[in-house]
C-alpha cells in the first residue's frame, strides 16, 4: 500500500462496493442481451454499440456531455472557483469525476498542493528527450515522447513486477495517474516555451493552481487568460469512453499497460485530424480563409463558397459534424457565451459566428452529414487566439493536457473494478458477406 490521502481513502471506500457490483452483476446476468448489432454499426465505426464501462461522463446526443450527471452549466455554477466571477478550477471536476461527488473549497485546495508538490519531480530525461527532437516537430510528437520517456516512473510498473495483489491495481494506478496529471502541465509550457519563446522557460508557481500555473509557464499572467484556461481545461476533460483518445487509454490499459503508455495511446489519436488536431485545423482553415479573400470580414456569400470549395475537393470541414452528438456543442456553445461576454468584438469571434451562420445548411444540403452542427473545435482556437496564445500547434497538446484528466480517471476505475483484457472479434469480408447474404 502507498501513502494513504483522504482522497484514496474515499476512493476505495467507494470503489469497493462498486467493483462487488461489476462482479456480481457480471456473475448473474453476463447472459442477458442488452442490445442488438447491425452490420451498418461495425462498418460504420461501431456507432452506438454500447460495448464500455465508464462512470466518469456520458454524453447524450441532443444535450452533450454530463460529467458524473452534471451538464457544463451546472458545473460552471456548482464547482469551486478562485472569485465569483472565475471559472470552475479542472481540480473540482477531477474530484467529481474521482469520486462522483461535489468537491469543497478545501478539496480543491488539496489537490492543487499535491498537484504542485508531484510536478517538482519530472525526471530530467523527460526534458533530454524532448531536446533530442527538432523544434520543428510537432508539440503532439514532443508532447507525447516526454509521456512515454516518463513511464520510467511508473509505480505500477514495479509493483506489478513486485507482484502486487491485482485487487491492489488501483493503487499504483492512482499514484501514477497524481503524477502524470501534475507534471502535464509543465511538460506542455516547456514545449511551449521552447518551440515559440526561443527556449525562455518559466518555473512553476507552486502557489498557483494547476491551470492557472499553466498559463503561467506559457508566458500568460493576466487573470483573463488564466480564467479562459480554467475553461478550456475544464470542457475538454473528458467526452465518455468511445472517443478515440479516452477508448485507447482504456484498451491499452486493459492490457495493464502503465498509465503512462495507456495515456500515450490515447494522445496518438488525440492527435489525429478527425479528433483532437481539429482545433487547430480549424484556424489552418480559417486563415486560409483570410488569405484568399483578403479579409477577416467575409460576406456571408463568400464564406458559403468557401465553405463549399472545401466540400468539392473531398475535404472535411474542421470542427463540424460528431459522431455522436446532433445539436450544437453546448461546449462550444459555453466558449461562444464567453467570447460574447468578454471578447465581442474580437475579428476571430465574428468570424467563427459568421460561419456557424452559413455552414451548418451547407453540410445539411450535401444530405449525408449526420451533425451539421458545430463542436468544440470550431472555436476554441479563436478564443485562445484572440487572448494571445497564437501558436495554433499547440492546441491539440493543451486540448490533451485536459484529456488526462478524465481518460486518467477512468483509468484509475477500470483497474478499481477489475475489468479484464479487452478484445473484441474480428471477422474478415467473406463473414458478413455470408452473413447478411450478399450476392456479388
Ligand atoms: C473533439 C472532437 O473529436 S470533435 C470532432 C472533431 N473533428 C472534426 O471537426 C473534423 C470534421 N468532422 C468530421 O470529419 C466528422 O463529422 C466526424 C469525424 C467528427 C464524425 O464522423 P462520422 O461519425 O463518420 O460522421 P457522419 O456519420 O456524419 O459522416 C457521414 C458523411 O458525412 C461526412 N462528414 C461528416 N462531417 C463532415 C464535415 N464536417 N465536413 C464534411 N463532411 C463531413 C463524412 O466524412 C461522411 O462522408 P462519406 O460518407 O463520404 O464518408
Ligand atoms: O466524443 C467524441 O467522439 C469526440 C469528442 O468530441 C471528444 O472526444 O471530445
Redesign the pocket.
Known amino acids: 500500500m502507498f501513502y494513504m490521502d483522504y482522497i484514496k481513502d474515499k476512493l476505495i471506500t467507494k470503489g469497493r462496493p462498486q467493483a462487488e457490483i461489476v462482479k456480481r452483476i457480471q456473475k448473474e446476468y453476463g447472459d442477458s442481451v442488452i442490445q442488438e448489432t447491425t452490420l451498418g454499426q461495425v462498418f460504420s465505426g461501431m456507432k452506438g454499440v454500447v460495448s464500455l464501462l465508464t462512470c466518469t461522463s456520458k ?1 447524450d446526443p441532443d444535450e452533450g ?1 454530463r460529467f458524473r450527471g452534471y451538464s457544463i452549466p451546472e458545473l460552471r455554477e456548482k464547482l469551486p472557483k478562485l472569485s465569483e466571477d472565475g471559472e470552475p478550477l479542472p481540480e473540482g471536476l477531477f474530484y467529481l469525476m474521482l469520486l462522483g461527488e461535489l468537491p469543497n473549497d478545501e478539496d480543491v485546495k488539496f489537490l492543487s498542493d499535491s498537484w504542485a508538490k508531484r510536478a517538482q519531480d519530472i525526471p530530467q530525461h523527460a526534458f533530454d528527450v524532448i531536446n533530442a527532437l527538432p523544434k520543428s516537430s510537432h508539440p503532439m510528437i514532443q508532447f507525447n515522447s516526454a509521456i512515454l520517456a516518463m513511464s520510467t516512473e511508473s509505480h505500477f510498473r514495479r509493483a506489478y513486477l513486485a507482484g502486487m495483489d491485482k485487487r491492489d491495481y488501483w493503487d499504483p494506478m492512482y499514484e501514477g495517474v497524481m503524477d502524470l496529471i501534475s507534471r502535464l502541465p509543465v511538460i506542455a509550457a516547456y514545449i511551449y516555451r521552447r518551440v515559440f519563446h526561443d527556449e525562455k522557460y518559466i518555473d512553476p508557481d507552486p502557489s498557483l493552481d494547476w491551470a492557472g500555473n499553466l498559463a503561467h509557464m506559457m508566458g500568460f499572467e493576466s487573470e483573463e487568460v488564466k480564467r479562459l484556461m480554467r475553461l478550456y481545461m475544464v470542457i ?1 476533460a ?3 469512453g ?5 477508448h485507447a487509454t482504456h484498451l491499452v490499459g486493459s492490457a495493464l499497460s502503465n498509465p503512462y503508455y495507456s495515456f500515450s495511446a490515447g494522445m496518438n489519436g ?1 492527435a489525429g485530424p478527425l ?2 488536431m481539429a482545433n487547430q485545423n480549424v484556424m489552418h482553415w480559417l486563415q486560409r480563409l483570410m488569405d484568399e479573400l483578403g479579409t477577416d470580414a467575409p460576406t456571408t456569400e463568400q464564406v458559403r463558397e468557401y465553405a463549399k470549395a472545401t466540400l468539392d475537393s473531398g475535404r472535411v470541414i474542421p470542427g463540424y459534424g ?4 446532433r445539436k450544437t ?1 453546448p ?1 462550444f456553445a459555453v466558449q461562444l457565451d464567453f467570447a460574447n461576454k468578454y471578447i465581442p468584438e474580437a475579428p476571430l469571434i465574428k468570424l467563427v459566428k459568421k460561419i456557424y451562420d452559413v455552414v451548418p445548411d451547407i453540410l445539411t444540403e450535401t444530405g449525408k452529414v449526420k451533425n451539421p452542427w458545430p ?3 470550431a472555436i476554441s482556437g479563436s478564443l485562445l487566439s484572440s487572448y494571445g496564445i497564437t501558436e495554433y500547434p499547440v492546441y491539440t497538446m493543451l486540448f490533451g493536457v485536459s ?1 488526462a484528466l478524465g481518460v486518467l480517471t477512468q483509468l484509475i476505475w477500470d483497474r478499481l473494478y477489475g475489468l479484464p483484457i479487452e478484445r473484441p472479434k474480428s471477422q474478415n469480408l467473406e463473414w458478413f458477406k455470408d452473413k447478411v447474404g450478399f450476392k456479388e
Not at 468511445?242 to 479516452?246: F, H, I, K
Not at 460528431?322 to 452528438?325: G, K, N
Open positions: 454524453l456531455i475538454h473528458d467526452h465518455e468511445g472517443n478515440v483518445s479516452a488525440l479528433h483532437g460528431h459522431a455522436v452528438l456543442d461546449r463542436n468544440v473545435d484529456r
